[in-house]
């Protein structure tokens, strides 16, 4: 399959029942910003990294194709497990989640110097950050039995998670 090559993540797409709520917690609590968004004909965000040529890499939608069968936006992760971003500032991502009452879980990736952050969105998807260990400042993640993440292990609480 000579020339077949994939060149990353072109982007994710989440349904929402909250669309403010949703682009709140992205833009406000996590950081990223809103991209222009073409008009699908339903409501909807683009949101991407802070950067100069940022891409757009969450998608959100909201009304009409985000509803399942019984006119709700579907909850949770479903098949797809979490969505991992790499970010810096570690201690500083703590804060705001302090900020908005939201929970959350660390984690020290072992053999690695990888330390992660997971929380969860307004719909319930569970959101990864990934930080280098070896250029944060401060202690490192929190192993302890309150603070420790789990793998398969949801504390996703609807009222916990809006921002």
């Known amino acids: 399959m000579s020339g077949a090559i994939i060149g990353g993540l072109f982007h ?3 349904k929402t029942g909250d669309l403010d709520a949703t682009r709140r917690f992205y833009c406000d609590v996590i950081g990223l910003m ?3 968004r073409p008009d699908f004909g339903y409501p909807g965000a683009w ?8 891409s757009a890499i969450i998608h959100i939608y909201a009304g009409g194709p985000a509803m399942g069968p019984d006119g709700r936006a579907p909850t949770g992760s479903g098949a797809i497990d979490h969505l991992s971003l790499s970010a810096s500032g ?3 991502f703590i804060e705001r989640f302090r900020a ?3 929970d959350w879980r660390e984690f020290l990736v072992p053999g690695t110097s990888l330390w992660q952050l997971f929380i969860y969105d307004p719909s319930g998807v569970q959101l990864e950050l990934t930080f280098e260990g070896r250029v ?5 993640p929190d192993m302890s ?8 292990e949801s504390f996703f609480r609807p ?3 809006a921002a």
Not at 47 to 54: D, I, K, N, S, Y
Not at 136 to 140: Q, Y
């Open 34 to 36: 809103e991209a222009p």
């Open 100 to 102: 908005a009452g939201l």
């Open 136 to 140: 944060e400042s401060g202690p490192p």
């Open 12 to 14: 994710v797409a989440i």
């Open 90 to 92: 570690y201690h500083a």
């Open 47 to 54: 949101l991407a990294v802070p950067t100069p040529m940022g």
């Open 145 to 152: 039995e309150a603070r420790r993440y789990r793998a398969g």
């Open 159 to 161: 009222s916990r998670s």
